[in-house]
């Protein structure tokens, strides 16, 4: 359950909007079913475990590119191109594992209104897993932040070296393509200040590799909850699961669910968004088990254009160190 501390100062910041932007008041007189607001409520207090927080040994059982929840309405589209340059590393002490290398990523990502309510979605993410040149950098930040370290003197700067016991070794750079993924959205509810969305997913392998990208179908399922404040400010909530079934570059006997959730947390304000990310782990055994958690900052760079960081927080041992992201959309 979200800190209470943080609601307080959701509360204040929906003020200050208020307060200062010179524009319209959030909606007076608006009534809204109890019903919504319960259901409202009740997803509202979910572990925040979240979208696009690499690490390709769970990104290679399901992935989850889809964020925007609004339909567009009859016969309008949207496309938007997502360049994300993550820097991973992660050691996993008591199960000979190590994922130490940079993935440079281009997500396409196009929907398609079909009428006020479902909207047609398909997405395909294309990867270039390298050495990089971030190692020193990062390095360096989390000496001065005194960040454990994780044994990164063992293995040589800017290298992949990527293996997971006999289930697969990479060491050298490679080009990747992620699954296309299929689904529809409907918008469920939406009056006044609230709505709620769901979608209903399929991801379909292009070219398998084990380790980085599916290599059987998988469904995903979830959706979103909004409460629009003010008219420059929103609360959102994107919650969504995955089903896969099991690769065969795993153990047979290692355990393994076949399930988990990704989920965010956002406040936009206007353009700039921030968002709380974290992600349930299908693992059950050594340091692959932990959810993934971090925070998220975007801002407007243009009309079409936005920048923003992910930053991972501790336990650190299932999502990118740091990534960087570049989104260009069009829509008409």
Same mark, same amino acid.
């Given at each position: 359950?979200?800190?209470?501390?943080?609601?307080?100062?959701?509360?204040?910041?929906?003020?200050?909007?208020?307060?200062?932007?010179?524009? %319209? /008041?959030?909606?007076?007189?608006?009534?809204?079913?109890?019903?919504?607001?319960?259901?409202?409520?009740?997803?509202?207090?979910?572990?925040?475990?979240?979208?696009?927080?690499?690490?390709?040994?769970?990104?290679?059982?399901?992935?989850?590119?889809?964020?925007?929840?609004?339909?567009?309405?009859?016969?309008?589209?949207?496309?938007?191109?997502?360049?994300?340059?993550?820097?991973?590393?992660?050691?996993?002490?008591?199960?000979?594992?190590?994922?130490?290398?940079?993935?440079?990523?281009?997500?396409?990502?196009?929907?398609?209104?079909?009428?006020?309510?479902?909207?047609?979605?398909?997405?395909?993410?294309?990867?270039?897993?390298? @050495?990089?040149?971030?190692?020193?950098?990062?390095?360096?930040?989390?000496?001065?932040?005194?960040?454990?370290?994780?044994?990164?003197?063992?293995?040589?700067?800017?290298?992949?070296?990527?293996?997971?016991?006999? @289930?697969?070794?990479?060491?050298? !750079?490679?080009?990747?393509?992620?699954?296309?993924?299929? @689904?529809?959205?409907?918008?469920?509810?939406?009056?006044? %200040?609230?709505?709620?969305?769901?979608?209903?997913?399929?991801?379909?392998?292009?070219?398998?590799?084990?380790?980085?990208?599916?290599?059987?179908?998988?469904?995903?399922?979830?959706?979103?909850?909004?409460?629009?404040?003010?008219?420059?400010?929103?609360?959102?909530?994107?919650?969504?699961?995955?089903?896969? !079934?099991? %690769?065969?570059?795993?153990?047979?006997? /290692?355990?393994?669910?076949?399930?988990?959730?990704?989920? /965010?947390?956002?406040?936009?304000?206007?353009?700039?968004?921030?968002?709380?990310?974290?992600?349930?782990? !299908?693992?059950?055994?050594?340091?692959?088990?932990?959810?993934?958690?971090?925070?998220?900052?975007?801002?407007?760079?243009?009309?079409?254009?936005?920048?923003?960081?992910?930053?991972?927080?501790?336990?650190?041992?299932?999502?990118?160190?740091?990534?960087?992201?570049?989104?260009?959309?069009?829509?008409?």
């Amino acid at each position: 359950m979200f800190n209470p501390v943080f609601q307080a100062k959701v509360a204040e910041l929906a003020d200050a909007s208020d307060l200062g932007s010179g524009g %319209p /008041e959030r909606p007076v007189g608006v009534r809204v079913p109890p019903f919504a607001l319960l259901l409202f409520l009740l997803l509202l207090p979910l572990p925040c475990q979240a979208t696009q927080t690499l690490f390709p040994p769970v990104d290679s059982l399901a992935r989850f590119p889809f964020t925007a929840g609004a339909p567009l309405g009859a016969r309008r589209w949207s496309l938007s191109l997502e360049y994300t340059h993550a820097n991973l590393y992660a050691l996993d002490f008591a199960h000979d594992s190590v994922n130490d290398m940079e993935l440079f990523s281009h997500t396409l990502l196009y929907r398609r209104g079909l009428d006020k309510d479902w909207t047609f979605e398909g997405a395909v993410t294309f990867s270039f897993v390298s @050495g990089g040149y971030l190692d020193s950098l990062v390095e360096g930040f989390h000496s001065l932040f005194s960040y454990p370290e994780a044994r990164r003197d063992l293995y040589p700067k800017n290298r992949v070296n990527y293996r997971l016991g006999d @289930g697969f070794s990479h060491l050298s !750079p490679s080009v990747q393509s992620g699954p296309l993924i299929l @689904g529809l959205s409907r918008r469920v509810y939406g009056k006044g %200040p609230l709505s709620l969305d769901l979608r209903f997913s399929l991801g379909l392998p292009l070219v398998a590799t084990a380790g980085l990208s599916p290599r059987n179908p998988f469904l995903v399922w979830g959706g979103s909850a909004a409460w629009q404040i003010t008219r420059n400010l929103s609360l959102e909530l994107y919650h969504h699961r995955a089903l896969f !079934p099991r %690769p065969g570059w795993i153990p047979e006997q /290692e355990p393994l669910n076949s399930t988990f959730s990704q989920d /965010e947390l956002r406040l936009s304000l206007s353009r700039i968004r921030l968002s709380i990310l974290s992600r349930s782990s !299908p693992y059950r055994v050594g340091d692959r088990r932990h959810a993934a958690r971090a925070v998220s900052l975007s801002i407007p760079l243009s009309r079409r254009l936005e920048a923003g960081i992910i930053e991972d927080l501790p336990p650190f041992d299932t999502s990118a160190d740091i990534s960087f992201f570049l989104r260009a959309s069009f829509s008409r």
